[in-house]
C-alpha cells in the first residue's frame, strides 16, 4: 500500500509500482484537472507541485512520492474562491482552449511562491517546458506578473489559506461552502 498525499488529503493506494502520477491522478483519483498530452515529458500539460516545485506527473512514478506533498489544480481554489495565479490567468485572457493552462497554472505558482517579482526571462525560463498551441504566451506573461504582485502582498494567499483551514473546521458541522461563505466574520 502506498499513502499520498494529494491536496492535503491522504490516499492510501494498492499500487504495482509503475503506475505514473499522472494515470494515478486521472484513472484512480478521478482528478482530471490535470492532462494528458505527450505522455513524454514535452510539453507540460501534466505539471503539478510536488513539495512546491512544478513536476511533470507523466514521468514521476507515483509509488516514488510517497509522503511527499502533491498539489494539483483542484487543490488550488477553495469553492469559488480562485487561487490568484488562476484569478490572473482568467481576468487577462489568459486561457484559450485552457487545454495546457491547469499545467501553465502549477507552473506559474511554482515560480511564484518562491519569487513573486519574477523578470520576464525569470517567466519564460519557468513556463519553458510549457507548450500552448493556442500561442497565447503575451497574455500568460501579462497574467504571471499580475498574480506576482497580488502574491506579494500575500493578502490573497494568506486569505485563501486561512479560509481553507476555516471552511475545513466547519464542514465537520455540515456547513455547506455557500453557508459558509454567509458566516459573520
Avoid: W
Avoid at 507541485?49 to 509509488?63: E, W
Avoid at 482552449?97 to 519574477?118: H, Q, R, V, Y
Avoid at 494568506?158 to 454567509?182: C, P, Q, V
Wanted: charged fraction near 30%; hydrophobic fraction near 35%.
Amino acid at each position: 500500500m502506498t499513502k499520498l498525499i494529494i491536496n492535503k488529503k491522504e490516499y492510501v493506494l494498492d499500487l504495482k509500482g509503475h503506475e505514473t502520477l499522472l494515470e494515478v491522478l486521472r484513472d484512480k483519483l478521478s482528478l482530471t484537472g490535470t492532462k494528458t498530452a505527450c505522455e513524454e515529458s514535452e510539453c507540460g500539460t501534466c505539471t503539478v507541485n510536488i513539495n512546491g516545485k512544478a513536476i511533470l506527473s507523466c514521468i514521476t512514478l507515483a509509488a516514488d512520492i510517497e509522503g511527499e506533498e502533491v498539489t494539483t489544480i483542484e487543490g488550488l481554489a477553495i469553492g469559488d474562491h480562485l487561487h490568484p495565479v488562476q484569478q490572473a490567468y482568467v481576468d487577462y485572457g489568459a486561457v484559450q482552449c485552457g487545454f495546457c493552462i491547469p499545467g501553465m497554472i502549477m507552473s506559474s505558482k511554482a515560480l511564484l511562491d518562491k519569487n513573486p517579482t519574477p523578470t520576464q526571462e525569470d517567466i519564460e525560463y519557468a513556463l519553458d517546458g510549457n507548450i500552448c498551441r493556442c500561442a497565447g504566451y503575451p497574455k500568460i506573461f501579462d497574467a504571471v506578473y499580475k498574480a506576482g504582485e497580488i502574491m506579494k502582498r500575500g493578502e490573497a494567499v494568506k486569505e485563501i489559506d486561512e479560509k481553507k483551514d476555516k471552511f475545513k473546521s466547519t464542514m465537520a458541522k455540515g456547513l455547506t461552502y455557500e453557508e459558509f461563505l454567509n458566516l459573520p466574520k
